[in-house]
């Protein structure tokens, strides 16, 4: 009896642990997502930003990394993120006190780069997964926003 009982908790234990790294492992994958264009850089930048915008969204800032980096004297290819931001959704988070606490991933952020293959890639949070963890008016309004990128996106990508 005993040692069904010793064997019954290591099982448990191992099953805990495998439980974990297979999280830890996935992690990554579930929050971000990685998609690749069916446009090269300079296209895919000029698609992105005109489908945001027809969809009611602003794009107060891009940040050009390359310009960035040169700066700084590194030679990197080409990589921008675009800050979107759609008044609407923004406010119903900001209004909130106990909203405010994902003032930080805002406003939302795309990446369009380019990789070693010479092929274009867009990349994302997973933010609606991310308000679903949340719940409430947090993943009401994440899911809205995610769908309205996830659009945005597949202007670029076809997905």
């Known amino acids: 009896m005993r040692k069904e009982i010793l064997f019954g908790i290591g099982g448990l234990i191992i099953g805990i642990l495998l439980t974990g790294l ?25 698609v992105f930003t005109r489908t945001a915008e027809d969809m009611g ?7 050009d990394m ?13 990589a921008k993120v675009f800050e979107l931001c759609h008044p609407d ?10 909203e405010r606490i994902v003032s930080s991933m805002m406003p939302c952020r795309v990446s369009i780069y380019e990789k ?26 994440m899911g809205v926003a995610s769908s309205e990128s996830e659009a945005m996106i597949s202007s670029v990508t076809g997905r």
């Open 22 to 46: 297979l999280a830890y492992k996935s992690a990554p994958g579930m929050m971000l997502k990685e998609a690749e264009s069916n446009y090269g850089f300079q296209e895919s930048v000029e």
């Open 57 to 63: 969204w602003s794009i107060p800032t891009v940040h």
């Open 89 to 98: 959704h923004a406010y119903r988070i900001l209004e909130l006190d106990d």
């Open 116 to 141: 070693s293959d010479g092929k274009t890639y867009v990349s994302w949070m997973n933010t609606s997964m991310m308000g679903n963890m949340m719940g409430g008016v947090i993943a009401e309004v």
């Open 66 to 78: 390359k310009a960035t980096m040169d700066n700084f004297g590194y030679d990197v290819r080409n």
